[in-house]
């Protein structure tokens, strides 16, 4: 992914199905995970360094799959979306 405007919905499939991501800082834009979980390169060498690493599941991609599934599970889980959604609902349910 080279570019776009909101969280990318790839980058949370990759996350989700605990795929190693390589992306230019604009394809983790709208997330905010506080450890990383990707690989983040601007150039096309760092790009293709990453690429292979992650490929040959270094140490760094493991970490950050295993981030990023932790990631997926505290944003995009449906605990996630009950934590959220729960207190409108009540209120919207007293009202």
Known sequence: ???????????????LNAIP??????????LLPEEPVACKADVAEDFARAAVAAQNASEEAKAHVLAGLAFIEEAYSIGALRRVIAPSVEELARG
Do not use: H, N
């Not at 992914?1 to 996350?15: I, P, Q």
């Open 1 to 15: 992914m080279r570019w776009g405007g909101s969280v990318k919905g790839k980058t949370v499939e990759a996350l």
């Open 21 to 30: 991501i390589v992306s230019p800082p604009i394809g983790m834009q709208g």
